[in-house]
């Protein structure tokens, strides 16, 4: 999977997921995963033009909880 940005769509939707969401991803579908979304607020339905546009990782829950925090770790593959 690469990088999507909003001048260089790389995902899999007809959509420019990091456009739409205003963030770049390695999204594959715009509403499984948005680590670089908005904090949304806690327990508050963003409504449907902002779904999926907080920082999401589905099936954690779904795309309307923000989560407040995320933390990435990355190791070698070794």
């Known amino acids: 999977m690469k990088f999507t940005t909003y001048d260089n769509d790389n995902d899999e939707s007809s ?3 990091a456009a739409k969401l205003t963030g ?6 715009c509403y499984d995963s948005n680590l ?21 990782w ?12 995320v933390q990435m770790m990355v190791r070698p593959k070794w």
């Open 15 to 17: 959509l420019n997921c």
């Open 24 to 29: 770049a991803w390695w999204y594959k579908n």
């Open 36 to 56: 670089n979304g908005a904090y949304l607020g806690s327990g508050t339905y963003p409504g449907q033009y902002l779904l999926g546009s907080g920082v999401i």
């Open 58 to 69: 589905y099936p954690f829950n779904d795309a309307i909880f923000s989560l407040k925090t």
